[in-house]
C-alpha cells in the first residue's frame, strides 16, 4: 500500500475513531479495524501489525485521560500487569494442542456466560467478591495466554476480572487501557522487526483511535456504569457471536 486514497483515509479515520470508542468503554474494536485494514489492501499479518499502533496510540491517550480524571492509581496495574505480561509470552504455545477454532467457540459461549454477573450487578458501588491473592495472579494470567494467543477482544475479559476483583466498571476500564497499552508496546517491535507494520495506515488509523479514547473517556467519566453496562454488553454479544461463528 505505497499511498492512500481519499476515500481511504476518510475510512481509516471513521473506523478508528468508532473502534476507539469502543475499546476504551468495553473492547473488541479491532474487529472491526483489523478487517478494514484487510478490505483496503493489506495482508492480515500485516493488518494484524499495522492495528497494534492504532490500539497502543488508543491505550495511551485513554490512560492519560483516566489518570487525569482520577480513576487510575499506578499502583493498581503491578498485581494485573506482572501476571498478564507472563501469560502472554506463553500464550502461543498454550493453545498448540487446541485448534484456533475450538478455543474461539468455548471462549465465546464463557464470554456469554460472563455476561451474567455483569447485567445482576446493578449498583456501582457493589464490589466484585474478589479472587485472593493467588486467584488473581492466576486469572491475570490466564488472560494474558488469550492475549499472546489471540489478543482480539482481549480488553472485555479484563474488564470483567477487574469487576469480579472489586472495582466499578469506570476503574476497571482504566486499568484495562493502562494495561493493553503496556501488552502493545511491548508486541509492536516484534511487528516491526518482522515488517509487518504499514506505517502510514498505521498512523492516520491511530488518529481516528486517538480522537476516539478521548471521547469514550470523556463519556466514561460523565456516564459511569449506566453508560458503559450497555456497551460492554453490546461488545460482549459482537464477539461471542463473532468467535461462535455466527457471522
Request: charged share 10%.
Amino acid at each position: 500500500m505505497d499511498g492512500l486514497s481519499p476515500a481511504s483515509i476518510a475510512a481509516l479515520l471513521a473506523g478508528g475513531f468508532f473502534a476507539g470508542v469502543v475499546n476504551t468503554l468495553a473492547g473488541g474494536g479491532s474487529l472491526l479495524t483489523v478487517p478494514l485494514l484487510v478490505l483496503l489492501g493489506l495482508p492480515g499479518t500485516v493488518a494484524n501489525g499495522t492495528n497494534r499502533v492504532g490500539v497502543l496510540i488508543q491505550a495511551l491517550v485513554a490512560t492519560l485521560r483516566f489518570r487525569h480524571g482520577g480513576q487510575l492509581e499506578l499502583r493498581s496495574l503491578l498485581p494485573v500487569l506482572a501476571p498478564l505480561l507472563a501469560g502472554s509470552l506463553l500464550g502461543a504455545s498454550a493453545i498448540s494442542r487446541v485448534t484456533d477454532a475450538t478455543f474461539e467457540r468455548v471462549f465465546g459461549a464463557v464470554m456469554l456466560l460472563l455476561l451474567i454477573p455483569i447485567l445482576r450487578r446493578t449498583r456501582a458501588t457493589l464490589p466484585g467478591p474478589g479472587f485472593g491473592r493467588i486467584g488473581s495472579a492466576l486469572v491475570f494470567f490466564g488472560l494474558g495466554l488469550y492475549g499472546g494467543a489471540i489478543q482480539a477482544g482481549v480488553g472485555i475479559p479484563l474488564v470483567f476480572a477487574l469487576v469480579y476483583a472489586g472495582h466499578d466498571l469506570v476503574r476497571a476500564n482504566a486499568i484495562k487501557v493502562a494495561v493493553i497499552a503496556s501488552l502493545t508496546a511491548s508486541a509492536i517491535p516484534v511487528f516491526a522487526l518482522e515488517g509487518q507494520i504499514a506505517w502510514v495506515p498505521a498512523l492516520v488509523l491511530g488518529a481516528g483511535f486517538a480522537v476516539g479514547a478521548e471521547l469514550g473517556v470523556r463519556l466514561a467519566l460523565a456516564g459511569g456504569e449506566r453508560l458503559i453496562r450497555p456497551v460492554l454488553v453490546a461488545a460482549v454479544l459482537g464477539l461471542a457471536g463473532h468467535m461462535l461463528g455466527l457471522y
